[in-house]
C-alpha cells in the first residue's frame, strides 16, 4: 500500500492556486492537472467509475455492503493564493525541539518561540517547506488521507459502508461548491477532510461574506488643488477608519467575528478596498454588513452621492442549524477519533469549508481534522505521523458501522 505521507508529497509537486479575481470554473487550468491525476490514480486502485467533470470536479466510488450507508469524503484541489504554492520544495525533519532552519541559504527558521504548536509535535516527522512557498497540506493531505483509506478498504476485508469520493477545485476562493453535484453524489452525509491538528472536528462557522468599496475622487494639478482636488485615497482611509478597530482579525478570537480589509489600491481619481466579513452570529454578521453600508452612506451625504460604491455578496453560512437535527454524523467521526487514540475536540470553525455550503444543499457535511499546522502561510507544515492517524479515523468512519 502506498503510504500517505508518499501520495501526499507527490501531490504537492503540483501548482494548484486558485484565483479569485478569474471567471472560470476551475479558476486556474492547472487544477485539472492535478484532478487528471488522482482520477488515473484512482482507476489504478480499482475505484472504476473514478473521472473528472467538465468543471474539474474529481469523483469516485467505492461500493459498500448492502445495507450500509452511503458515505461522502470530500476535500479540495486548490490552494490559497495568500502565499507562493510553486515550486515547492519540501524535506521531512525528525523534530526533538528547537527551532527549525527551513533555509540555510536565507536564513528563515521557524522559531519554537512563535509557533507553540511544534511543542505538540516532539518526536514525529514534520514535513516542512523551505520557507519561501505554502506546503499545501490545506488540502492535498485531505486528498492523501482519503485515498490512502480507501486503499485500505481496497485491501481490507471488512465490512464497509459505501464510499463517495469528492474533490473540488476553487475552494479556497469560496466556490468550491458552486458546481458540485449533491444529487449525483448520492451520500447520505458527508466529511470534509479539510482540518487542523489531530482530533479537531468543526460543525460551526462562520457567515461570510465579501465587500468591495470603490470610491471615486477628482485629480487637480496639485498646484492649483485648492477647494477643486477630491482626493480618493484620503477618502478611502476615512471610510476604513469609521470601522471598529476591536473588530479587525488580530485582535479576535473564538467566536468573535471581524471586518478583514484584505488589499487596496488607489490614486487620486479611484481607490478601491476589499473587505471580507465573518462571524459565527447571523445577527452579529448582519451588523457587521450593516456597519459598511452604513459607512458609505456617510461618504456619500459628507461629499455627493456615488462618491462610494459599495457591493458586498454572501460566501457561505453557518452549517450548525443543519448539522445539528443530525448529531449521529458527529458522533459516529467521535466514535472514530477516540478508536485510533485521538482526543476529539470540537471547535468552531475561524473560516469556512466546502461542507458549509455543501449542508446548505442538502448534505449534511461536518469538516474532519487532517493533522496539518499553519495554514496559508510559509511555515505550514504536517507530521507524518498524524497524517497516519487521520487517515485510520476516516477508516474507522467507513467501516465501525
Known amino acids: 500500500m502506498t503510504p500517505v505521507s508518499e501520495r501526499f508529497l507527490r501531490y504537492v509537486s503540483y501548482h ?23 482520477v488515473e490514480e484512482m482507476l489504478a486502485m480499482g475505484i472504476s467509475d473514478a473521472h473528472m467533470d467538465e ?6 466510488t467505492l461500493p459498500g455492503d448492502p445495507g450500509l450507508p452511503t458515505i461522502g469524503l470530500i476535500a479540495h484541489m486548490d490552494t490559497a ?119 479537531e472536528m468543526e460543525y460551526e462557522n462562520f457567515n461570510a461574506a465579501s465587500a468591495k468599496a470603490v470610491f471615486h475622487g477628482r485629480n487637480i494639478h496639485p498646484g492649483a488643488a485648492k477647494n477643486k482636488m477630491v482626493n480618493s485615497q484620503q477618502i478611502a482611509m476615512e471610510f476604513h477608519a469609521m470601522l471598529p478597530a476591536d473588530q479587525r482579525p488580530e485582535h479576535t478570537d473564538g467566536y468573535e467575528g471581524f471586518i478583514h480589509l484584505t488589499d487596496m489600491a488607489g490614486e487620486v481619481e479611484q481607490s478601491t478596498l476589499r473587505y471580507i466579513v465573518r462571524d459565527h452570529s447571523m445577527e452579529k454578521f448582519l451588523e457587521k454588513k450593516a456597519l459598511l453600508t452604513a459607512a458609505a452612506e456617510f461618504i456619500n451625504a459628507k461629499y455627493g452621492q456615488g462618491t ?66 499553519n495554514y496559508h502561510g510559509r511555515f505550514e507544515y504536517i507530521p507524518v505521523e498524524d497524517m497516519e492517524l487521520c487517515t485510520k479515523m476516516l477508516f474507522e468512519i467507513l467501516t465501525n458501522l
Do not use: W
Not at 55 to 60: A, I, K, L, R, S
Not at 350 to 366: K, V
Open 16 to 38: 494548484t492556486t486558485s484565483d479569485e479575481f478569474s471567471e472560470t470554473c476551475p479558476s486556474t487550468p492547472r487544477q485539472k492537472l492535478l484532478g487528471t491525476a488522482l
Open 308 to 373: 462610494a460604491e459599495l457591493t458586498m455578496r454572501d460566501s457561505y453560512f453557518n452549517m450548525r442549524e443543519k448539522i445539528e437535527p443530525c448529531m449521529y454524523i458527529v458522533d459516529r467521526a467521535v466514535k472514530a477519533m477516540e478508536a485510533v487514540g485521538m482526543t476529539p475536540k470540537t471547535v468552531p470553525i475561524r473560516g469556512g469549508t466546502d461542507g458549509a455550503r455543501l449542508s446548505f444543499m442538502g448534505l449534511p457535511c461536518p469538516n474532519l481534522c487532517t493533522g496539518g499546522e
Open 55 to 60: 468543471n474539474g470536479y474529481v469523483y469516485g
Open 81 to 199: 493564493p495568500d502565499a507562493c504554492g510553486e515550486n515547492i520544495k519540501t524535506k521531512i525533519v525528525a523534530y526533538n525541539g528547537g527551532d527549525i532552519l527551513l533555509n540555510e541559504e536565507q536564513g528563515i527558521y521557524m522559531k519554537e518561540s512563535e509557533f507553540e504548536s511544534l511543542k505538540n509535535n516532539i518526536g514525529k516527522h514534520l514535513i516542512v517547506t523551505d520557507g519561501t512557498t505554502l506546503l499545501g497540506a490545506d488540502n492535498k493531505a485531505g486528498i492523501a488521507e482519503i485515498l490512502t483509506a480507501a486503499e485500505m478498504l481496497l485491501e481490507s476485508k471488512a465490512k464497509h459502508a459505501t464510499l463517495k469520493i469528492g474533490f473540488t477545485p476553487d475552494e479556497e476562493i469560496g466556490r468550491g461548491a458552486d458546481k458540485f453535484n449533491v444529487e449525483a453524489f448520492g451520500a447520505d452525509y458527508a466529511y470534509t477532510v479539510d482540518g487542523g491538528s489531530v482530533g
